[in-house]
Each structure stands twice: as structure tokens, then as C-alpha cells.
């Protein structure tokens, strides 16, 4: 079973920037998608982003789109989420998720923590 291990998260205040990264424990195949979920205090658990391995198509939620890039580094085994602009609403706790389904739920991170503040 695949193990991810995120990185990244922490403090900022709106408006800034932010990097995620997600990294598999063994070889991922080109099918493979990796992508994040977030969880903000009171929520559920909603989609972010994702991406496929083999041909780096992506996906995003709308209320990132145009603010959050995901990519992958294959030789790597890891992805990333660039967070810019970041807002308020931004805040919860990210979780790097993967899977052979769009989104994928199969396999879940530790979780990050991003704080954002006004």
C-alpha cells in the first residue's frame, strides 16, 4: 500500500503564498492520481486539486481555480500545490490524498495545517 507524506503548510497572512508537497513511498504508476483535500473547522471535507501522473492532466475546485496550481515530479514521486492569494476562507487542514479514481480517496496523508490570516 502506498504511504504519502506530506510537507509544507503553516502561517500566512491573506495574500501570500504557500507550497504544499506530497511525496508516495514507492513508484507511482502513470495511471495514478494524486491530488489534495481540505478540511476547514465546522466543514466537511471538500476537494481541492488533482493530478494525474502520467499525463500531468489536472482539476480544481472552482474556488481555488485560477489561485492554486498543482504539479508532479515523477522521478520524485511527489506533487505539489502553489497556493497564491491566499484568503481567509483558505484556512483548514490539507490532506494529500491518492488513488486510481477522479478525485482520489483511497490513500490520505497526515494532514497540514494552513492558517491564513486577514
Known amino acids: 500500500q502506498v504511504q504519502l507524506t506530506e510537507s509544507g503548510g503553516g502561517s500566512v497572512q491573506a495574500g501570500g503564498s504557500l507550497r504544499l508537497s506530497c511525496t508516495a513511498s514507492e513508484r507511482l504508476y502513470s495511471s495514478y492520481i494524486l491530488g489534495w483535500f481540505r478540511q476547514a473547522p465546522g466543514k466537511e471535507r471538500e476537494f481541492v486539486a488533482a493530478?494525474?501522473?502520467?499525463?500531468?492532466?489536472?482539476t480544481y475546485a472552482d474556488s481555488v481555480k485560477g489561485r492554486f496550481t498543482i504539479s508532479r515530479d515523477r522521478a520524485e514521486n511527489t506533487a505539489y500545490l502553489q497556493m497564491n492569494s491566499l484568503k481567509p476562507e483558505d484556512t483548514a487542514v490539507y490532506y494529500c490524498t491518492g488513488g486510481s479514481s477522479w478525485p482520489p480517496r483511497t490513500v490520505w496523508g497526515q494532514g497540514a495545517q494552513v492558517t491564513v490570516s486577514s
Open positions: 493530478v494525474r501522473q502520467g499525463t500531468g492532466g489536472t
